[in-house]
């Protein structure tokens, strides 16, 4: 299998670490595999957008932060979570532009649309919410993908690391299977 994800260490492999099995490789690899997956690829949003979608949100009823963040990464199909350091001081800015209200109750926050905050948000309604923006949507793909790659990683390092020699070269038959299909989906019209 030379030239592999996995390269020709395992043929060598007769018992356990230390034994000719290349242990290192199979976690170089699965690291290198995972650090091309993990790259961050359309995720990040301009702070105009975190704006827009609170203004969004709020127009539909009053949310606390936590819920904020929630809502905006189920509309994204997962594809967009803001972090609490951009939800937060987008919410106090519209506080202090008189654009929501804060109320605070049981120590929580609820923020509402002041009359003004309503009347920005509803100007703005007639344009696509940001969470349905096309990189918002395209993103998806650059979520679900990755995390089938770490997970095929772990597996494939799992069978390295526990696998019998003949668990290990069905492993690679697998995997070296999968790349070829995943290239012929590339191939198709």
């Known amino acids: 299998m030379g030239g592999s994800f996995l390269g020709d260490g395992f043929a060598g492999r007769r018992g356990g670490v230390g034994d000719g099995w290349p242990v290192g490789s ?15 690829v359309g995720t990040r949003v301009g702070r105009g957008d975190v704006r827009a979608a609170v203004l969004a949100l709020l127009a539909e009823k009053p949310m606390h932060g936590y819920q904020i963040i929630q809502e905006i990464e189920e509309r994204s199909g ?6 609490p350091g951009s939800v937060y001081p987008t919410l106090q800015l519209l506080a202090d532009e008189t654009l929501i209200d804060v109320e605070e109750s049981n120590g929580r926050k609820t923020y509402s649309l002041t009359d003004e905050g309503r009347r920005v948000a509803d100007a703005a309604a007639d344009a696509k919410a940001p969470w349905e923006a096309p990189g918002a949507r ?11 790659g770490i997970g095929l990683a772990h597996a494939a390092a799992q069978v390295g690391r526990s696998g019998t ?3 290990v070269e069905q492993a690679v038959a697998v995997l ?5 299909k995943l290239y012929s989906i590339l191939a198709q019209d």
Do not use: C, I, N
């Open 176 to 180: 070296d299977e999968a790349r070829r």
């Open 78 to 83: 997962g594809a967009w979570k803001p972090s």
């Open 165 to 167: 020699p003949a668990q």
């Open 138 to 148: 395209d993103s998806g793909r650059a979520t679900a993908l990755p995390k089938a």
């Open 26 to 40: 199979v976690w170089e690899a699965m690291e290198q595999l995972r650090g091309q997956f993990e790259q961050k």
